[in-house]
């Protein structure tokens, strides 16, 4: 049996948040400038040398009502794409998951491309066939799978009716 390894110490600290708050930030700057051309691509971790995809992903604040724009990364399943509320293993989901969830007709952008998307959890049975898929595109998923006690859900974003603007 293999032992999964713990969740690195210095993610925890209190500055992680902040820096991740900022880094998100601009790369959506970036990104919408260039059409994903600086931005587009994910470059850390397992991706160092399997880059990954990034998309933009539009969601409202659950209680402030306020827009928001996350990069994340993704996988396109036919129609859908695909997109994991993994936040680094953290013990809690991310914001813009809670948003969807809450309001999940949406918008997502993958380069100059923006549509609008409705969001749902894939249920069991999805996740189960869509995971390794998720793993193979992005190992450190595993990891951030293992790091944590909550089963990180899976996000289908399936297209809906016209362009959004």
């Given at each position: 049996?293999?032992?999964?390894?713990?969740?690195?110490?210095?993610l925890d600290s209190p500055l992680v948040p902040k820096v991740l708050k900022y880094a998100s930030r601009a790369q959506v700057w970036l990104y919408q400038r260039t059409g994903?051309?600086?931005?587009?691509?994910?470059?850390?971790?397992?991706?160092?040398r399997k880059p990954v995809s990034v998309l933009l992903l539009g969601h409202t604040?659950?209680?402030s009502g306020?827009?928001?724009?996350?990069?994340?990364?993704?996988?396109?399943?036919g129609d859908d794409v695909v997109v994991v509320a993994s936040q680094g293993g953290m013990p809690k989901n991310p914001?813009?998951?809670?948003?969807?969830?809450?309001?999940?007709d949406t918008w997502i952008q993958i380069g100059n491309d923006r549509s609008n998307v409705r969001a749902h959890t894939a249920s069991a049975d999805e996740r189960a066939r869509l995971w390794p898929q998720?793993?193979?595109?992005?190992?450190?998923?595993?990891?951030?799978?293992?790091?944590t006690e909550r089963v990180i859900p899976v996000v289908v974003l399936e297209p809906r009716g016209a362009v959004a603007s």
């Open positions: 049996m293999t032992t999964s390894p713990k969740r690195p110490p210095q994903g051309r600086v931005g587009g691509k994910w470059r850390i971790g397992s991706g160092f604040g659950r209680k306020t827009s928001y724009t996350t990069p994340l990364l993704y996988l396109r399943d914001q813009w998951y809670r948003n969807l969830v809450d309001s999940p998720l793993v193979q595109l992005y190992a450190d998923f595993a990891n951030y799978q293992s790091w």
